[in-house]
């Protein structure tokens, strides 16, 4: 029988790895936790695999298991991404603006960044007063493309600082506005998410402009250069 070669234990240990960072995306998404029988389905591994790597990343306090046998994110986990927010400065500024912008529209509002392939981030939410509202949808992606998120960090924001978006196929509208970083580039997005029935064109132009407002205060708080963001 051919031995193993330290080649093939580096290509062990790396699928593993890779295995265990899906595993752990994929229970992250989840809303309000995933049993072991959904992650394994969802990853394509068995559950003696993914349960094998639960108990390593549990150990870590990565991840817990709740006394409803659902894993959820581990006290470890929460404590370095709560570390990683602290550290960005757009994150913690961010903050008031959202929570004013839902008081003055009374919807729920949202601070968004460019992920990979084409995604939008929602790094932070503030809920709309009313029972109903939009889903909370913080450290969950959308498409870029055909989103009011997506155009306005792509800069396709109309004269007025913001861009609207009202498509048949949903039930939520949305506006957004971009946010200008240090350099004159666009950092991020603030959005309003709203039920269709509930708004009308009007109530969008309203909140479009107050959610320019606040974009521009915003960047010139990150020291984005007044004359890019006065455009």
Known sequence: MAKATPDDNAGSSTKTVDRALTLLVTLLEGRSGTTLTELAR???????TASRLLAT????????RGVDG?????SRMKQLA???LREEPLYELAGPHLHELATETGET???AVAAEEDRVLYLRQVASSHRVHAADWTGRTIPRSGTALGAALDGTSSPRGYVTSRRPDSDIVAVA???IGRDGH???????NAPAYRTSNADLDR???SIARHAVTLSLALGAPADIVGR
Request: glycine share 10%; proline share 5%.
């Open 42 to 48: 969802a990853t394509n591994l068995s559950p003696s």
């Open 57 to 64: 990343m549990a150990g870590h306090q990565l991840v817990a």
């Open 70 to 74: 659902r894993f959820r994110a581990g």
């Open 82 to 84: 709560a570390a990683t």
């Open 109 to 111: 509002s949202s601070l």
């Open 177 to 179: 506005a971009p946010v």
């Open 186 to 192: 666009i950092v991020a997005g603030l959005s309003i």
């Open 207 to 209: 909140y479009g402009k």
